[in-house]
């Protein structure tokens, strides 16, 4: 990753190192000066080693949260670096035939075939090249090479690789690229092999169970070649990660009946495999007057997927971080807490260090160090802990991405170390050093006494200020969310207004009780009305991740204060439910009243909770209604149950002459075989301003496809009622088209994606009923062929994959392209009965020599949802870190109410209170505490999750979504939290129940 | 007739002649902090009968407290012996002991001692859910006993919202509500001024009167002591006097039954 919120991280890092530098030279000066304050600022930091621990455990929750998010997007940034490198090795650029698709893009999950048919060239081409650039000082290394999907058949072991690339070059050339190695021997050169000998790389040789003298079949271009295995071999650039077959060039050409042709020329630029790429540009400028003339051009291709692998990982630590966003505020305030209530612990030592002429800044100070002292140390354990924590993600996504054969290369970089420290430590020192300031302002008389703070008057100048400055940013967010139809802006804008009206309702004189219960009901109602409430007068507003942050925050606040400023009225339910048990009845009373009176602790500590599992809540519900919603056959499979594609170089013309024909297989077991051809061309909206021709895939839907498939549609252009008649459409008229949802411009914007496509349609939304129906272009870049296609019809978030493009009939592209549109993917919907893996074995058998792997589509659902969940899982885990924030603050609070409290403890002991029973009482506070949060959190969440499920169900794309919480998880995650919760409290309670009444008694 | 002729006349042979509900016997109670050892009790002995209200009074240090603290069950003892109602306290163990203080004992405290959190009815039911009566007794029983100290009316108060005297009468109705046989109080009026300690004690002496119930009562202050029955004086963690009244009006006290002439 290389940036975070589109934030270089060296900016970042810079940033903050000098920020720290100024924080950390400040607070030293600060020190220097005032080594009094210093001793006596950090005289508690060993007395209380327990505390301590409790302190630099709250305050390393923040950074935990920002280095976990840093190191899994570093793994993902160096889980695909790998893999390009293993892929492309030395090589940088790749020359192809102008407009044809090199055939190496990335997809994430490794160099995929592209979909174009690629044009073989002149190999004298090659030579103009190598003189215009090859002794340039930009490169060291240029050679021909073809690169080709073949199919493979290890004779000696009977295994069968329908899909390997067959990499071929002139072993003079490929100095510059990196050694080919023998496996467990020295280096070789394709110069040393003889003929009908092949090197395997040792993925292939997994796959074949093959090893140096097996005999193989190679199946290209409709023949078969009997080929030797000299030696299993490993070598990064033979533009593939996976199987491959290393040939040299000459011999390469004769087994694919290319004489004198290559398919591309690779260039290594100066430097090693990864610094070279820095060079791309000028190399490629370099080449362009050359490239042009002969209708060649080069691709940066490893700048282009180390771009991805950034771009992933910079996807992947915002997405960890926005969501543990929720986790980072729960962090924040409870350091907040725990220096309040240091402070409370403090007071009369500084009510008496007032009153002796210590100065506010000095007790500013005083905390201020000890505070920078638990931050210094919180940061380092967090920074470290939190790579712990990626540590454990990726190992579990790790298993997780094993299903799309991609292998996880933990990462983490220095510098995402440093700004996670550096970042989570100026954060906690912002906090500590506002709650410095909050807590210097005491009353020195009640300090002294130990006595509450008197309460600010409700009719100062400070509350109408508050009140009135609440409601402006509030109008004025509300005006700007309107105008630009934003929703977080607008719903913040009438919470701010809301918000505003607490000062200002005390200052007319209402109750405390009134002047919070009636925002507070007002800020939770208004966030959780159904989302089409108001749609009669408002706007169609956009929407993104930041109105889920909003809502969680908004409705917390309202929640936790309706709650607290009514807590009389929740006590006298909880004793009428509960207080019936006689033995329950008087620990259940103390219980409870503590936490109920002490509203500022209880509000924090409830809040944490609340808001960290609120987030959970509706992120594990709609996690899992998206997962259920995806993990539709038919919406995935389109009414097919396999899916089988062959190689460009050989694909099946008829297929169903070609079963028909077919000795192991019974057309019987196939009820509709359909077709599709792919081609990789360039679209533009017509009318579109500004908008460049962009590459995307065209696909050829033969009429069987368009007959039989069940695919539904998100959008369907006006005069279309149902997808039948769309397909239908599209049957009857070659100048139709449909396209994926991917292009299209959404109101609302939840996602995180990377390398999404630059083909975008302009002037409808997805969320839209309908669309006229819209005209775009097409270019077909090496032979200009252009058409128009009408798009009428807008696929269902659900589609697959392999429908991504723009889709129109098998006859538009036949007329177009003629050969080119071969059909290299197949669909097979099978008689009832049949057995689908079976038949995909029996597929990928009998098509062997066509490379043809079959897939059960309902088996490829199952691995992706599959991955799904597992991810899900990780999130789930990550987001209920923040649990811990809650548990940390049941910890201080009931260390904190021990010593608060040990008098009292000492009254409930000669008043009859058991040990058992002063024990049961501090468990049953942190329970009471730690379930009103859960509780209050569960039901918030649980609310909003209905609500959108609800909307995404009005909406076509997402129709079948169904509200479905996923009880068994967040019991699992909430039933860990409260336990984690007891534990916390259990050393608090059993040392007060262990308190002698009459030493009790005595302490003042 | 004021309650403290009444006492004269009548009580003070009552209880005097009333079995015993306390016993020390030689009590020997050390403080250990580690660098220092203070003997806090050196072989106290003391029998106080049923009924009776008695004052220890003493100089600060004296060992009054912690007097009253190992008699009640709060505190262990190093030596001795103690018993209440006949029962060793020694062979008592902490929840039987917790148990028993639930059941028959009320603490008066000078700091009132009250929970802020709870309003002064929920103070003074808390003995008595603990002692396992439902809530609505406990609830009508609580009421009844700040009936008695003429707080019926603050009962849903918060001690916060109570006055010094107010409060102590909260205790001595938490100290109450449960009908114990004995009523300990750590300087009950310590705490308050001289009209508001007058007051109290108004209350205390009419209650034992009243009610019959056993009251020791530790003070540093001679007018409360005055109003009682019977005053131990302790110095030094020995009892060096032990007196009982015999003419009130006349201001006479004679040494209680046992103990060394003053």
């Known amino acids: 990753m290389d940036s975070l919120f589109g934030i270089p991280m060296d900016t970042l890092m810079v940033v903050f190192l000098v920020a720290f530098a100024i924080v950390m030279s400040v607070v030293t000066a600060l020190a220097l000066r005032n080594r009094v304050l210093l001793k006596l600022g950090l005289r508690s930091i060993p007395r209380r080693r327990g505390r301590t621990v409790i302190i630099v455990l709250g305050l390393m929750l923040g950074t935990i949260i920002i280095a976990a998010a840093f190191g899994t997007g570093d793994t993902m940034t160096n889980t695909i670096r790998s893999s390009v490198l293993t892929s492309l090795g030395n090589i940088d650029e790749v020359i192809s035939i102008r407009g044809t698709d090199t055939g190496t893009d990335f997809d994430g999950h490794g160099f995929i075939e592209g979909p174009e048919d690629i044009a073989y060239f002149d190999e004298a081409l090659f030579g103009v090249v190598d003189e215009a650039i090859g002794d340039s000082e930009l490169v060291d290394g240029i050679a021909p090479v073809i690169s080709e999907p073949v199919a493979v058949q290890d004779t000696t072991s009977r295994q069968n690789e329908p899909r390997a690339t067959l990499f071929a070059s002139d072993p003079a050339r490929l100095a510059g690229f990196g050694e080919i190695k023998e496996v467990g021997g020295g280096t070789v050169s394709l110069a040393d092999l003889g003929p009908g000998e092949v090197y395997l790389n040792d993925e292939a040789a997994d796959e074949l169970n093959a090893s140096a003298g097996d005999e193989l079949l190679v199946f290209a271009g409709g023949q078969s070649v009997p080929l030797q295995v000299k030696a299993v071999v490993k070598y990064r650039g033979s533009l593939t990660e996976e199987s491959a077959l290393l040939l040299s060039l000459d011999a390469a050409q004769r087994l694919l009946d290319k004489e004198g042709l290559i398919k591309h020329i690779v260039v290594s630029n100066r430097g090693g495999a990864l610094s070279g790429a820095k060079h791309s540009d000028e190399v490629i400028e370099a080449l362009e007057p050359t490239l042009t003339p002969l209708n060649l051009e080069a691709d940066p291709t490893k700048v282009d997927a180390l771009d991805f692998a950034n771009e992933l990982g910079n996807v992947f630590t915002s997405f960890f971080v926005i969501f543990g966003t929720f986790s980072i505020v729960a962090g924040i305030m409870l350091i907040f807490l725990i220096f309040v209530m240091l402070a409370a612990e403090r007071k009369p030592e500084m009510g008496m260090a007032r009153a002796v002429g210590t100065k506010r800044r000095h007790l500013i100070q005083m905390f201020l160090f000890e505070g920078v002292v638990y931050d210094l140390v919180a940061a380092a354990i967090g920074a470290l802990l939190g790579l712990a924590v990626a540590y454990g993600m990726v190992l579990i996504m790790a298993k997780a991405f094993t299903n799309f054969g991609v292998d996880i290369e933990q990462d983490f970089r220095l510098r995402s170390l440093i700004v996670a420290y550096t970042l989570g430590m100026l954060l906690t020192f912002i906090v500590v050093t506002v709650s410095a300031w909050r807590v210097s302002l005491l009353n020195i008389v009640s300090a002294i006494r130990d006595l509450p703070d008197p309460v600010l008057r409700k009719g100062g100048r400070l509350t109408l200020i508050l009140g009135v400055l609440g409601l402006l940013i509030g109008v004025l967010l509300t005006f700007i969310g309107l105008s630009a139809e934003v929703m977080t802006f607008f719903m913040l804008g009438i919470s701010f207004v809301i918000l505003g009206l607490v000062p200002l309702l005390r200052r007319l004189g209402l109750p405390d009780r009134a002047a919070y219960t009636l925002p507070g009901i007002a800020l939770v109602v208004w966030w959780l009305l159904p989302f089409d409430t108001f749609d009669f007068i408002l706007p169609d507003f956009s929407q993104d991740i930041s109105i889920f942050i909003t809502s969680g925050i908004m409705v917390v606040i309202g929640a936790t204060w309706t709650v607290m400023y009514n807590s009389d009225l929740l006590l006298r339910a909880i004793m009428a439910v509960f207080g019936r048990v006689r033995a329950l009845a008087p620990v259940l009373k103390t219980a409870v009243a503590y936490p109920l009176t002490n509203r500022f602790r209880t509000g924090m500590t409830v809040a944490m909770f609340s808001l960290v599992v609120f987030t959970l809540v509706v992120m594990a519900t709609l996690t899992n209604a998206f997962s259920q919603l995806f993990n539709d056959e038919e919406a995935f499979g389109g009414g097919f149950d396999i899916r089988a594609t062959t190689v460009r170089i050989n694909p099946i013309g008829d297929i169903d002459a070609a079963i028909e024909q077919s000795t192991t297989l019974s057309a019987e077991d196939f009820q509709v075989v359909a077709s599709q051809s792919s081609l990789s061309l360039q679209a533009r909206q017509v009318g579109s301003v500004g908008k460049e021709f962009e590459t995307y895939p065209v696909r050829g839907l033969d009429d069987e496809f368009l007959a039989n498939n069940t695919y539904e549609f998100a959008l369907m252009a006006e005069g279309y009622d149902s997808p039948q008649e769309v397909w239908q459409a599209l049957a009857d008229d070659p100048g139709l088209a449909i396209v994926d949802p991917i292009p299209v411009p959404r109101r609302d914007q939840f996602g995180f994606q990377a390398g999404v496509p630059d083909f975008e349609l302009e002037g409808f939304f997805l969320e839209d009923e309908t669309f006229s129906p819209l005209e775009i272009d097409i270019e077909d870049p090496q032979t200009r062929t252009f058409f128009s296609l009408t798009i009428i019809g807008v696929l269902k978030d659900t589609f697959p994959e392999f429908m991504l493009g723009i889709s129109t009939s098998q006859r538009k592209l036949e007329a177009a392209f003629v050969d080119r549109a071969q059909p290299t993917v197949h669909f097979f919907r099978l008689a009832d009965g049949t057995d689908v893996a079976a038949t995909a074995d029996a597929l990928e058998s009998a098509f062997l020599t066509n490379g043809m792997e079959a897939d059960a589509l309902a088996e490829e659902l199952k691995d992706a949802v599959g991955t799904q969940i597992t991810f899900n899982y990780i999130l789930q885990g990550f987001m209920g870190l923040g649990l811990v924030v809650g548990v940390a603050a049941l910890g201080v609070i009931s260390a904190r109410s021990v010593v608060e409290r040990r008098q009292q403890i000492g009254v409930l002991r000669s008043i009859g209170f058991k040990r058992g029973m002063v024990q049961l009482s501090f468990l049953l506070e942190s329970s009471f505490i730690a379930l009103l949060g859960i509780g209050l959190g569960s039901i918030l969440g649980l609310i909003l999750s209905f609500n959108i499920i609800r909307d995404g169900s009005q909406q076509a794309s997402t129709e079948n979504i169904e509200f479905a919480v996923p009880w068994l998880n967040l019991t699992v995650i909430f039933l860990i939290a409260y336990g984690a919760s007891l534990l916390t409290t259990y050393l608090p309670a059993r040392q007060a129940s262990r308190v002698y009444p009459a030493e009790a008694l005595r302490y003042e | ?262």
Not at chain 2, 121 to 149: F, I, T, Y
Not at chain 2, 195 to 207: F, H, K, P, R, S
Not at chain 2, 245 to 252: H, L, P, S, T, W
Request: include cysteine.
């Open chain 2, 1 to 262: 007739m004021t309650v403290e002729q009444e006492r004269m006349d009548d009580a003070t042979p009552e209880s005097a002649d009333a079995p015993p509900i306390i016993q020390a016997l030689d009590v020997v109670k050390t403080y250990d902090t580690g660098k220092v050892k203070v003997e806090a009790l050196r072989g106290v002995s003391i029998t106080i009968h049923q009924g009776e209200m008695v004052a220890i009074m003493g100089p600060s240090g004296c060992g009054k407290t912690t007097l009253l603290n190992c008699l009640s069950g709060l505190d262990v003892i190093d030596s001795g012996r103690v018993s209440v109602d006949g029962v060793d306290l020694s062979t008592m163990s902490d929840n039987d002991k917790t148990e028993y203080r639930a059941q028959r004992m009320g603490f008066v405290f000078q700091f009132y001692n009250l929970l802020p959190v709870l309003s002064a009815v929920e103070n003074v039911e808390l003995p008595l859910l603990v002692s396992g009566v439902s809530a609505r007794e406990a609830r009508q029983r609580a009421l009844q006993a700040l009936d008695q100290v003429h707080l019926r009316d603050w009962a849903e108060h918060t001690p916060a919202e109570l006055s010094g005297g107010e409060r102590q009468r909260v205790t001595i109705a938490r100290a109450l509500v449960n009908s114990p046989a004995i009523v300990w109080g750590d300087e009950p009026t310590g705490d308050l001024d001289s009209t508001n300690a007058g007051e109290i004690m108004d209350l205390l002496c009419d209650l034992n009167e009243r009610q019959r119930q056993t009251f020791v009562l530790v003070t540093h202050a001679l007018e409360v002591a005055e109003r009682t029955g019977r005053i131990i004086r302790m110095q030094d963690g020995q009892i060096i006097s032990d007196n009982r009244i015999i003419n009130r009006e006349a201001g006479i006290w004679g040494p209680a039954e046992g103990a060394e002439p003053e």
